[in-house]
């Protein structure tokens, strides 16, 4: 039994607090088939960041650039600063049978499975409003305000979960884990991108 | 964390040989979620059979009029008895959140998908054409011409491959079983027929 493989864009999304950042970094680190999507910022790079390697650090006009192009799968302002997914990688990565996670918040999500609709969409779930913010606040990184407005964001990411393929809830992270590979490794049987060859 | 499910329809389907059968009542003694799709026939019950559990036992007339009324999701004639898998049930089982798993040739599984698209299609693939041989010669019930003509039959459907959503290599048998387990637990957590609630 000989066979080919046709690489996967793999989009994890879900509110702030629900786990996704966690989720992604466990797959990306156990399944060797995944490689990182190094994205473009304008903010500067902080100690220890390497160019090209953590981020591609670009200036405004380069980024305004590269928008212009349609050289993002997706992009948005955080913090007066610029962040994209750049196209041209995850297209050169899935013709040569690599596949690509992204770790996304739902506004780039939809972005990209707009224009990547052959993307494999995950949306991560907490159990619970009240968990959500919890898990908010016990970060301790975000001031009052900041964790009301991811909240009030929540409600509306929970409500457009149907726009994902699949729904994981994030109750207790090894469960949640295991469902999400489970997906990825189902999501490798699928004949658009398996490709076995029978054996005479 | 509430939720609610809608049932989903599998479909097993692979050439003759390639061990479907065996993948398909394990899954079902192993999944509670699915129920077993009693076919309709027009043979007569063989010892120890039980009309409605086994088979429908039904007269030629009836079968007619159940195929003129579009009763049968798909049929066939085998060895010139009509064989077919009633719609309502599975309808039925469906709405009730109850998955079903059908068990079927190519050409059946081509009719369901085309009757039923939303269902979930899963093809077994031997891992070589000489495997398949030795294997519908070792069931020794089959004619010399039959193992002919359906090793013929399993270059076209092979061929086919394409038309069905995941692609298994039956290989080893307690791989191919997971592997296939892993595809239909993926398919529970799809946003089409999972209806997660975020509790307050």
Redesign the interface.
């Known amino acids: 039994?000989r066979?080919a493989r046709k690489g996967m864009l793999l989009v994890i999304s879900g509110p702030s607090g629900a786990g996704k950042g966690t989720l992604y970094s466990r797959l990306l680190q156990a399944d060797g088939s995944f490689t990182f999507s190094v994205s473009y910022t304008t903010r500067g790079p902080r100690p220890g960041e390497i160019d090209g390697k953590d981020y591609c650090f670009v200036s405004e006009e380069t980024f305004a650039e590269m928008v212009e192009r349609d050289g993002f799968l997706e992009y948005a302002a955080v913090h007066g600063h610029h962040y994209g997914t750049p196209h041209q990688p995850v297209l050169d990565a899935l013709e040569q049978g690599r596949s690509v996670m992204l770790d996304i918040d739902p506004q780039g999500a939809l972005q990209v499975m707009e224009k990547m609709p052959e993307c494999v969409s995950v949306?991560i779930?907490?159990?619970?409003?009240?968990e959500l913010r919890r898990r908010l606040e016990g970060r301790g990184t975000e001031q009052p305000e900041e964790i009301e407005r991811r909240l009030r964001n929540a409600r509306g990411e929970?409500a457009m979960?149907?726009?994902?393929?699949?729904?994981?809830?994030n109750?207790d992270v090894n469960a949640a884990y295991e469902?999400l590979q489970?997906?990825v490794?189902?999501?490798k049987?699928?004949?658009c991108r398996?490709f076995?060859i029978?054996?005479?």
């Open positions: 039994m066979e949306f779930l907490p159990p619970s409003f009240t929970v979960m149907g726009r994902y393929q699949y729904l994981v809830i109750d469902t489970g997906i490794d189902a999501e049987q699928r004949s398996y076995p029978v054996d005479e």
